[in-house]
């Protein structure tokens, strides 16, 4: 249910003292048992149980160190448990098989860690434990291409990622890396060309001045695009014309300059549009264009250090190793036409934001099937001496949205559905669906559409996110807007659940009071829940695996129902009961709250 472990491995996160984490405390106890009996501290990891009839938490390092020491495992594990002796956290210890250490705490200590986290409005998640600035490149949609199904993971992975990384006390710059310099500015320009010669822009002795307002809308693009885009891949000469256009606009030509800003200016305007009704925003939007100069200047260096070299007319740059097991091909820099190219872009890219943000890491948000072309541009950096080994390069690919017939999704008709359409689709269905379940019928129409809004953007996010970020998924949004089940609709109830008991324990007059030791098992397994959202913060970064928290925030509802299900707040007739079971819920609307914002989720007051 939970994440069974505390990060291993190599980690972007720095070491905390004191992450406040029930698995955290353990470890740093046993931690220091191991190392008191002559062994390394990291033998002492402590992990959820995943026997929890036997026990709440596990230490399985004897068995490790048996190996290396050569000294039978339950031994090492009764010496463990000897040196940790008797301790105020703890209420149970006993080696199981070849020597796990089986681990319980103590009620009275849940109660006091929860009152601690309580009182801390990150509940208990430290911050600043992430050294350096962190760039983050999501999103990267194209100039007058509509964005479609296809942009939705990078776009909700890549800002639950800015969110995650500011939370934890990184300065974080998003950077929605625009595609407007490729070829297929040179295949609008050639189409309007055909279209509309008449227009000033096509004169190749012009130098403006130009109409001020554009030659054509978003519409009229999104119209336009595709076909040209079909005529250059079925006409030769069309796509020779094309890149021809191309490489006059990267040149400067002043009509097809002005063409072009048209052409982002309107797309921005619609993109910006989308982004915002999927709940996603960029500090930048810096588009490949912006490295135009750069390009130039990279790859003239590159030639005079004598790393780019000549092949077949284009130039490349190698980054093959010794010791690869597969072919890497060398980066493409520039065509044999003078046209630069993604990897040339890219390492402008690099260049700027390590002399501009000074980053100790860039993540870049992309199809998983670009994980060749990361690679080659990451390793041309290095060689390049763009970035340094210091700095973490890091490309955090995902897999595919897919259709019912486990191809990429698409609507009935066959087509790519765009953002725009899905999202309005969603929204419109989470509002149907609600009438279906009776949610929300009393509020005003105006509430009800923000309360469907919130719904439809839950179920979208949380069923991208639930999945581990290089897994493919099926789209099925009417299991997505179910209200049961692991499902972002079912987190907002839990919480809106919440809301609704202290709503009316607010209208009879009664507070929260101090948490108190648990006195049954829905008590107890709610407050171990509340204890582990920090361990669940800190590795959905440091594994760049979202999923770790959707994990936690679905365990967490889980056992607040069970907990409403066994435990009747508003009718306990222990006063002191009753408060300490008012300040536990609303600890879990916090850490709730808290941890649905990270994933990009609104809670309603009401449903």
């Given at each position: 249910m939970?994440?069974?472990?505390?990060?291993?491995?190599?980690?972007?996160?720095?070491?905390?003292?004191?992450?406040a984490s029930f698995q955290a405390i353990l470890t740093d106890i046993f931690g220091a048992a191991f190392a008191h009996c002559g062994f390394e501290r990291r033998f002492g990891q402590v992990v959820i149980s995943q026997r929890p009839d036997l026990c709440q938490f596990q230490c399985n390092g004897a068995l490790a160190v048996s190996k290396a020491a050569r000294q039978n495992p339950r031994e090492i594990a009764a010496r463990v448990v000897d040196t940790v002796g008797s301790r105020e956290e703890l209420s149970h210890m006993s080696i199981a098989g070849p020597g796990f250490i089986n681990i319980n705490l103590a009620p009275s200590f849940l109660a006091a860690h929860l009152r601690d986290v309580a009182r801390d409005p990150r509940c208990g998640t430290p911050a600043g434990v992430i050294p350096g600035k962190v760039v983050i490149d999501y999103g990267g949609p194209n100039v007058a291409k509509p964005m479609h199904v296809g942009h939705l993971r990078n776009a909700i992975?890549?800002?639950?990622?800015?969110?995650?990384?500011?939370?934890?006390?990184?300065?974080?710059?998003?950077?929605?890396?625009?595609?407007?310099?490729?070829t297929q500015m040179g295949m609008l320009i050639c189409a309007l060309a055909e279209m509309h010669p008449e227009l000033p822009y096509f004169d190749a002795g012009s130098r403006g001045p130009y109409p001020g307002q554009p030659p054509v809308s978003i519409e009229e693009l999104e119209a336009i695009y595709p076909e040209a885009n079909r005529r250059c891949k079925a006409d030769p000469e069309a796509m020779a014309r094309a890149q021809k256009a191309t490489?006059?606009?990267?040149?400067?030509?002043?009509?097809?300059?002005?063409?072009?800003?048209?052409?982002?200016?309107?797309?921005?305007?619609?993109?910006?549009?989308?982004?915002?009704k999927l709940g996603v925003a960029f500090d930048r939007w810096l588009g490949e264009s912006f490295y135009q100069k750069r390009m130039e200047d990279l790859v003239a260096r590159l030639k005079k250090q004598g790393l780019a070299k000549e092949s077949e007319g284009a130039l490349v740059l190698p980054v093959s190793r010794d010791g690869d097991t597969r072919e890497i091909p060398p980066l493409m820099?520039?065509?044999?036409?003078?046209?630069?190219?993604?990897?040339?872009?890219?390492?402008?890219?690099?260049?700027?934001?390590?002399?501009?943000?000074?980053?100790?890491?860039?993540?870049?948000?992309?199809?998983?099937?670009?994980?060749?072309?990361?690679e080659q541009v990451f390793r041309a950096a290095r060689r390049a001496g763009i970035v340094p080994e210091s700095v973490r390069l890091e490309h955090a690919g995902f897999g595919t949205v897919n259709g019912p017939d486990g191809r990429p999704f698409k609507t009935r008709e066959g087509d790519v559905m765009q953002l725009g359409d899905l999202l309005d689709m969603v929204y419109a269905r989470a509002y149907e669906r609600m009438v279906e379940a009776g949610v929300a019928q009393d509020r005003p129409e105006d509430e009800k559409r923000d309360i469907a809004r919130k719904v439809g953007l839950a179920a979208l996010r949380f069923a991208d996110l639930q999945n581990h970020r290089t897994s493919d998924y099926v789209f099925d949004i009417e299991k997505f807007l179910q209200f049961e089940g692991k499902t972002g609709?079912?987190?907002?109830?839990?919480?809106?659940?919440?809301?609704?008991?202290?709503?009316?324990?607010?209208?009879?007059?009664?507070?929260?009071?101090?948490?108190?030791?648990?006195?049954?098992?829905?008590?107890?397994?709610?407050?171990?829940?509340?204890?582990?959202?920090p361990a669940s913060v800190r590795t959905a970064a440091d594994t760049l695996a979202p999923n770790v928290l959707c994990d936690w925030a679905y365990g967490l509802a889980q056992q607040f129902n069970r907990f409403y299900r066994d435990c009747h707040v508003l009718r306990e007739k222990d006063a002191r009961r009753q408060g300490s079971w008012l300040a536990l819920i609303r600890l879990a609307l916090d850490e709730l709250t808290l941890a649905l914002g990270l994933l990009g989720m609104e809670i309603p007051d009401r449903m």
């Amino acid at each position: 249910m939970y994440f069974a472990g505390l990060i291993s491995g190599t980690q972007r996160l720095s070491p905390t003292p004191a992450m406040a984490s029930f698995q955290a405390i353990l470890t740093d106890i046993f931690g220091a048992a191991f190392a008191h009996c002559g062994f390394e501290r990291r033998f002492g990891q402590v992990v959820i149980s995943q026997r929890p009839d036997l026990c709440q938490f596990q230490c399985n390092g004897a068995l490790a160190v048996s190996k290396a020491a050569r000294q039978n495992p339950r031994e090492i594990a009764a010496r463990v448990v000897d040196t940790v002796g008797s301790r105020e956290e703890l209420s149970h210890m006993s080696i199981a098989g070849p020597g796990f250490i089986n681990i319980n705490l103590a009620p009275s200590f849940l109660a006091a860690h929860l009152r601690d986290v309580a009182r801390d409005p990150r509940c208990g998640t430290p911050a600043g434990v992430i050294p350096g600035k962190v760039v983050i490149d999501y999103g990267g949609p194209n100039v007058a291409k509509p964005m479609h199904v296809g942009h939705l993971r990078n776009a909700i992975i890549g800002q639950c990622f800015s969110n995650l990384f500011g939370f934890l006390g990184s300065p974080v710059v998003s950077d929605n890396h625009l595609g407007d310099w490729g070829t297929q500015m040179g295949m609008l320009i050639c189409a309007l060309a055909e279209m509309h010669p008449e227009l000033p822009y096509f004169d190749a002795g012009s130098r403006g001045p130009y109409p001020g307002q554009p030659p054509v809308s978003i519409e009229e693009l999104e119209a336009i695009y595709p076909e040209a885009n079909r005529r250059c891949k079925a006409d030769p000469e069309a796509m020779a014309r094309a890149q021809k256009a191309t490489v006059e606009l990267q040149n400067g030509r002043p009509g097809y300059v002005a063409l072009w800003k048209y052409f982002v200016d309107v797309s921005v305007e619609r993109l910006k549009a989308d982004f915002e009704k999927l709940g996603v925003a960029f500090d930048r939007w810096l588009g490949e264009s912006f490295y135009q100069k750069r390009m130039e200047d990279l790859v003239a260096r590159l030639k005079k250090q004598g790393l780019a070299k000549e092949s077949e007319g284009a130039l490349v740059l190698p980054v093959s190793r010794d010791g690869d097991t597969r072919e890497i091909p060398p980066l493409m820099l520039m065509k044999s036409d003078g046209a630069f190219l993604y990897g040339t872009s890219d390492l402008a890219t690099l260049e700027f934001r390590m002399q501009e943000f000074n980053p100790s890491e860039i993540i870049y948000v992309v199809d998983i099937r670009q994980s060749l072309h990361f690679e080659q541009v990451f390793r041309a950096a290095r060689r390049a001496g763009i970035v340094p080994e210091s700095v973490r390069l890091e490309h955090a690919g995902f897999g595919t949205v897919n259709g019912p017939d486990g191809r990429p999704f698409k609507t009935r008709e066959g087509d790519v559905m765009q953002l725009g359409d899905l999202l309005d689709m969603v929204y419109a269905r989470a509002y149907e669906r609600m009438v279906e379940a009776g949610v929300a019928q009393d509020r005003p129409e105006d509430e009800k559409r923000d309360i469907a809004r919130k719904v439809g953007l839950a179920a979208l996010r949380f069923a991208d996110l639930q999945n581990h970020r290089t897994s493919d998924y099926v789209f099925d949004i009417e299991k997505f807007l179910q209200f049961e089940g692991k499902t972002g609709p079912y987190l907002l109830y839990s919480a809106v659940r919440i809301k609704s008991i202290l709503r009316n324990a607010a209208e009879k007059r009664l507070s929260p009071g101090e948490i108190a030791a648990p006195q049954s098992d829905a008590e107890q397994n709610l407050m171990l829940a509340l204890g582990h959202l920090p361990a669940s913060v800190r590795t959905a970064a440091d594994t760049l695996a979202p999923n770790v928290l959707c994990d936690w925030a679905y365990g967490l509802a889980q056992q607040f129902n069970r907990f409403y299900r066994d435990c009747h707040v508003l009718r306990e007739k222990d006063a002191r009961r009753q408060g300490s079971w008012l300040a536990l819920i609303r600890l879990a609307l916090d850490e709730l709250t808290l941890a649905l914002g990270l994933l990009g989720m609104e809670i309603p007051d009401r449903m």
